[in-house]
């Protein structure tokens, strides 16, 4: 091997080496540091390991063989997660719309606001729902509002679970442009100009609600004196709505809530005008499903109070949905 160049030094090859050693690696498993439980095959149930470096091939292998202390290398295992399910022997009449007390199993993930379903594990006709107003998970005591039942008598063989409450109904539009006293009717008079039967068993829930709502609208004239309307609900005797609107503002809103609370009552609000002007009376009264039958009658009225002949008003639009 040579070299042409004065920077160029000469190469020297050196004496081959002694051939390299071969090494052989080995890994043991146990349960404990101290090599209790060995294995050379791995498990979940041997968290420590230890490994051991051999000249030549081990035909057979013993916790003496590796050294100690055993390191851990699998992590120790988590707790279990708080569930749902859960089961009580508490004595419970099935009930509705009252709270209930009873002790659960220990450390669940219920908290204030879940929607529990408790079943007999006898017969899952018998069931209770309801809202958990609290929840001890050290103790098991836990307060649930109850909604919704089936079933009836007394048992203590209840099984839990988070459950769903039930939906509601569709949701149900009417929008309506309502037709109008005719120009040159009597004015002052309080004229129906049309009524809505919404089906009662469009409310089949507690908590369902159907909002009415109807707008006064005239698109023409500046009223001298003011209009008015109102809703009637159901009979004479119930929720009647009345607004009245100013000579400026020609825009109002009436709007009647029905809120089903019990299987057989219902609270009837009238809300306050809506938008710009006006006034509105605002009632409330818890009324029973006898009133309702098999249709909530919705009258809708309007009336011109004063005595400048010929006002037209131009729009009354009504229209009601459930909402929940």
């Known amino acids: 091997m040579g070299c042409d160049t004065e920077d160029c030094a000469e190469l020297v090859r050196g004496p081959k080496g002694d051939p390299g050693v071969s090494s052989y690696l080995y890994f043991a498993y146990a349960s404990a540091s101290d090599g209790t439980g060995f294995s050379l095959v791995p498990d979940d149930s041997l968290p420590y390991i230890s490994s051991v470096i051999l000249q030549k091939p081990a035909t057979l292998l013993t916790v003496n063989n590796f050294p100690k202390p055993f390191q851990r290398y699998l992590g120790a295992p988590g707790i279990d997660g ?14 509705k719309n009252v709270g209930i007390t009873l002790t659960i199993s220990l450390n669940k993930a219920y908290v204030a606001g879940s929607y529990v379903r408790i079943v007999s594990r006898a017969d899952a006709t018998n069931f209770m729902e309801g809202f958990v107003i609290g929840y001890d998970p050290s ?22 679970s988070i459950a769903g409450r039930a939906g509601t109904n ?63 609900v159901g009979t004479a005797s119930l929720m009647t709505g009345f607004a009245s609107f100013s000579s400026t503002n020609q825009v109002a809103v009436i709007n009647i809530t029905i809120d089903r609370i019990t299987s057989t009552t219902y609270l009837v609000t009238t809300s306050q005008a809506v938008g710009i002007g006006g006034t509105v009376d605002t009632l409330s009264e818890i009324v029973t499903a006898a009133d309702f039958t098999a249709v909530i009658p919705v009258e809708y009225w309007a009336q011109t109070n004063g005595d400048a002949g010929g006002i037209t008003l131009n729009k009354l639009y009504a229209e009601y949905k459930q909402i929940s």
């Open 139 to 160: 103790t098991g005591v836990m307060l649930v509002a109850i909604n919704n039942s089936g079933g009836s008598g007394t048992f203590s063989d209840w099984n839990l």
């Open 82 to 95: 708080r569930g749902y399910d859960a089961t009580s022997s508490t004595s419970l009449t099935i009930v």
């Open 170 to 232: 569709s949701v149900i539009i009417l929008f309506n442009d309502l037709s109008q006293p005719n120009s040159g009717d009597t004015l002052g008079v309080l004229t129906k100009i049309k009524t809505d039967n919404i089906p009662a068993n469009t409310l089949k829930n507690d908590g369902d609600t159907i909002s009415i709502m109807a707008v006064l609208k005239d698109l023409s004239t500046v009223f001298t004196h003011s209009p008015f309307a109102k809703i009637r």
